[in-house]
């Protein structure tokens, strides 16, 4: 296994270096987005890469943009990203880098959540509510919720945390229209997802959508999609309602970091090299179980 922290594409102008992603430009309507082995928790980025990641986060979106196509296009051109770098760059790009369509992302961020956990379950215990919306008393922690939620956030700049808003606040940012078929879509996109998903003995308890539009106004998906770092997977045979279930995603690094005297603000602390390597193990067992048999 490799590890690759940072990419340094020459031949093509950066854009931007997000938490995970280094974007870069192809002419003047594509992308080329290279998925790094970074990692971030608690909205930092970590010092110390998870080997192969960005290759199992490349492959696990890959999946799930073809798989989900029907339901809405999405940012893949098809252009194979080794065509697009010179020779010398081609080891960098190769396995973990897409080149896209360019579109306008929308300012916010579309979660759906299918579970009772985290951030909701907090909320639910203090006022029966996830994102200020009401649910039926009696539920459990990890419960199955009645209904999927739609409860979209804000985009946080690096270092900044999202913020949850209501309905509304997104019909304001994006109109009533535009709003609504976000949600729709989101909500259409996760429930396919997570009956698929649960054939393989995965239950995705929830997951986060970002979206662009075209020239013509017309939405896609973009980003990535139901990876171990946008959603939370969970071996179904060890779902059971009233505690966190294990995870193929990155709550084994937040519990880890949980655990240490750090408080969640820049520098974090390096990761030992067997809880990098079991990170990586936990990534790549969601790869398997979702594409393979």
Known sequence: MSALFQSDIKSLPLLNRGKVRDIYAVGEDKLLVVTTDRLSAFDVVLPTPIPDKGK??????????????????????????????????????????????????????????????????????????????????????????????????????????????????????????????????????????AEYALTRGIIIADTKFEFGLDDIGTLHLIDEALTPDSSRFWPADSHAPGANPPSFDKQYVRDWLEAQNWNKKPPAPALPADVAAKTTEKYREALTRLTQG
């Open 56 to 193: 199992i986060l490349t492959a696990v979106a890959d999946f799930w943009f073809h798989k989900l196509s029907h339901i809405v296009p999405n940012q893949l051109t098809g252009i194979a990203p080794e065509t697009v770098v010179t020779a010398e760059e081609k080891g960098q790009v190769a396995g973990r880098a897409i080149v896209v369509k360019k579109l306008r992302p929308l300012p916010i961020e579309a979660i759906v959540r299918g579970y009772l956990v985290g951030s909701g379950w907090k909320e639910y215990k203090t006022s029966g509510t996830v994102c200020s919306i009401p649910l039926p008393a009696g539920l459990r922690e990890a419960d199955r919720l009645p209904e999927p939620l739609f409860t979209p956030s804000t985009k946080a700049e690096a270092g900044a945390h999202d913020e949850n808003i209501s309905f509304a606040k997104a019909e304001e940012l994006l109109g009533k229209e535009l709003a609504a078929k976000v949600r729709d879509v989101s909500i259409a996109l996760y429930k396919e997802a």
